[in-house]
């Protein structure tokens, strides 16, 4: 099922199975760890939501971070720039007995710590190639584990991961490119040099996370909220290969553990709140909401005010900032999963999409006709008449648009059959809104197709009620007739005006237009 729904973003093709409060995403990748990555999502089952709160956020135990002194010494070494200790290749796990194993675990963690710079290729090759067959082995150790990891060994693992992955990222922003002229299909994404070495700690997390092996109430004390902080923070990397490895391992420690479900949520509507009022950028938004699909297709019902608020507060006001397209697919999926979970929202997410309608962004408004009729196909009646008014005022104002895609857009939604019946039993409130655009089209409009489209509604709406029909037609004629005498009256007006100033143009004198003194009405 959860397969079928992420078959339609065609940006990101997914596998996926049926969650209780979030399902398992995968992502196809042309590496050498995708079709490995894609087993480990498939079959994944999370619990029902429990009873989880944010209580506790700065009660977490301190030995997830007993490390972060020696985390940080490493990353000053690197930034100083200075030298590997010697590097040497340690024994295979086949050549030592089993006793030994874990010590030569921990040894070859610990030899991944150091991190080599990817600016010149041709600088420390043995040592970075022995680095990433040692992280090769470590992949394999960790997915053929038949013990549970002792929790010297998770802290290890968890320090290598940190020190590897969590840094500042080197693509340069964006504050000074025009966001209007950003083409997402044209625009090549930045790719990190370093990749051949996170893409295997990548897959090392991927494999600990998911691995049966690891005890979740153990491992919680080591991805605690600072390391989910940390991995969110590198969603916003410009290499989409780094982020569809963030976007499937998030969801699997979203799934495996419970306890930090809300603070995931609340840390992602923080990274949504930035965007939409402070920055207006941000790389990693439609991973993000790829994730939120899942989760929410999963919420039990009836729906908690917490997750109507992150409706309100964070998804409707993402149709704000200017970089919508990068993940308008995502959102508008998201918002209908809410509207099919629980129909009374339609009338608040369509109400949401109206105040944030764009005005003078002729793609962006196609993009909202195509969402709203997402909306509106699983919309019910009585949502649908609590906004009627307010929305075919709307849909008036893009039929009347002269921007042909826009117009047509619009008058594509009575190709749905749903919709179709929602304005056909509504038609004496809809059919006096929209017909002054209709009517205008079919006569002046420039673009055929529109005319085409719109001569078909009309026809539509006199088979299936002439009288109200013609009755709109007259109403429209009549006010055509009061506009045109209007005009007039206002041209002769400004005539009459211009000959007067020019008669007094010759002798210098003044202009002077006597205010209408209105008469008043008597007090009392």
């Not at 060994?153 to 693509?171: A, D, P, W």
């Not at 996370?209 to 491992?219: Q, R, Y």
């Not at 949504?272 to 919420?299: D, M, P, Q, V």
């Not at 085409?452 to 006199?462: A, E, Q, R």
Request: proline share 6%; glycine share 4%; aromatic share 10%.
């Amino acid at each position: 099922m959860i397969k079928q729904i992420f078959n339609r973003f065609p940006r990101k093709p997914s596998k996926s199975s049926e969650n209780r409060e979030g399902g398992g995403t995968s992502t196809s990748s042309s590496n050498a760890f995708s079709s490995s990555r894609n087993n480990d999502l498939s079959g994944n089952r999370y619990a029902s939501q429990g009873a989880t709160s944010l209580a506790g956020f700065n009660s977490t135990s301190n030995l997830g971070s007993n490390y972060g002194n020696e985390l940080s010494q490493v990353v000053n070494s690197k930034l100083n720039g200075s030298q590997p200790p010697p590097y040497e290749a340690l024994p295979s796990f086949r050549d030592v007995p089993n006793s030994e194993k874990q010590n030569l675990f921990i040894r070859k963690l610990n030899l991944c710590c150091f991190v080599f710079g990817f600016s010149d290729p041709t600088k420390n090759f043995k040592e970075k190639d022995i680095k990433r067959q040692t992280l090769v082995e470590l992949v394999d150790y960790v997915s053929s584990a038949n013990g549970k990891f002792s929790e010297t060994m998770m802290q290890e693992m968890i320090k290598m991961v940190s020190i590897n992955l969590f840094r500042t990222l080197s693509s340069p922003p964006r504050e000074n490119k025009v966001l209007e002229a950003f083409d997402l299909e044209e625009d090549e994404p930045s790719m990190d040099p370093a990749w051949p070495h996170l893409q295997v700690v990548y897959e090392f997390l991927l494999r600990f996370v998911a691995s049966p092996e690891t005890d979740a109430k153990l491992a919680k004390r080591y991805i605690d909220h600072s390391f989910v902080l940390r991995l969110l923070d590198l969603f916003d990397s410009e290499d989409p290969r780094e982020r569809e490895y963030l976007k499937t391992v998030l969801h699997r420690i979203y799934g495996k553990f419970m306890v930090h479900r809300p603070f995931i949520r609340k840390a992602i509507n923080n990274i949504f709140y930035r965007l939409i009022f402070e920055t207006e950028k941000h790389n990693g938004i439609a991973e993000l909401l790829e994730i939120l699909g899942s989760i929410i297709n999963g919420f039990a019902l009836p729906l908690k005010e917490e997750h109507k608020l992150f409706l309100v507060r964070a998804l409707i006001p993402l149709h704000k900032p200017k970089c919508l397209p990068m993940y308008h697919q995502q959102l508008s999926y998201c918002i209908t999963q809410f509207v099919e979970k629980d129909c009374k929202l339609a009338d608040t997410v369509i109400r949401g999409m109206l105040k944030y309608w764009p005005i003078t962004n002729s793609s962006k408004e196609v993009m909202f006709l195509g969402e709203l009729e997402e909306v509106l196909e699983v919309t019910q009646p009585a949502e649908f008449q609590r906004c009627m008014v307010p929305l075919f005022r709307q849909i008036g104002r893009c039929l009347s648009s002269s921007h042909f895609q826009v117009a047509e857009r619009a008058l594509f939604l009575w190709n749905n059959d749903h919709i179709e019946n929602l304005i056909r039993q509504n038609r004496k409130v809809t059919l006096p809104i929209i017909f002054p655009a209709l009517e205008r089209n079919a006569r002046q409009h420039w673009n055929q197709a529109v005319q085409s489209l719109t001569l078909n509604i009309h026809k539509i709406f006199s088979d299936i009620d002439p009288e109200l029909f013609e009755e709109c037609l007259v109403k429209f004629q009549e006010d055509e007739t009061r506009e045109k005498e209007t005009k007039v009256k206002r041209e002769t007006t400004w005539k009459r005006l211009e000959e007067i100033a020019a008669v007094k143009a010759a002798s210098n004198e003044p202009v002077l237009v006597s205010p209408k003194i209105m008469p008043r009405a008597p007090s009392g």
